[in-house]
Nanobody, 123 residues
Framework: QAQLVTSGGGLVQPGGSLKLSCAAS????????VGWFREAPGVEREAVSC????????YYARSVKGRFIASRDKTNNTMYLQMNSLRPEDTAVYFC????????????????WGQGTQVTVSS
């Protein structure tokens, strides 16, 4: 059964760091653009990043550019989101997903989605 399993969320103080992981099983991530999205209460889902499967193109939301780093590991069939200099406004449930645009971050229908992991940035 093809699925994405997300891990790495938690509670962190402002200025701290977290690394999210998203492990794929039942299919190869290599063949897909892979992205991270987040949802905060009362806020529309936001595309955080999207890594191309063709070249080095990576989309980052303006709000996280320079602080977050998205990557993938072909050996482990896993994607990652390194989050640095975290701010309270980064608090959200983070989801990984396939089928996104590495130019706009847009999610396309029919993608695989992880179950989501809570990230809370608070002192």
């Amino acid at each position: 059964q093809a699925q994405l399993v997300t891990s790495g969320g938690g509670l962190v103080q402002p200025g701290g760091s977290l690394k999210l992981s998203c492990a794929a099983s039942g299919f190869r991530l290599d063949y897909h653009a892979v992205g991270w999205f987040r949802e905060a209460p009362g806020v529309e889902r936001e595309a955080v990043s999207c890594v191309s499967n063709y070249d080095d193109t990576i989309y980052y939301a303006r709000s996280v550019k320079g602080r977050f780093i998205a990557s993938r590991d072909k050996t482990n069939n896993t994607m990652y989101l390194q989050m640095n200099s975290l701010r309270p406004e980064d608090t959200a449930v983070y989801f990984c997903a396939t089928e996104c645009s590495p130019y706009t971050g847009k999610s396309y229908g029919g993608a695989f989605w992880g179950q989501g992991t809570q990230v809370t940035v608070s002192s």
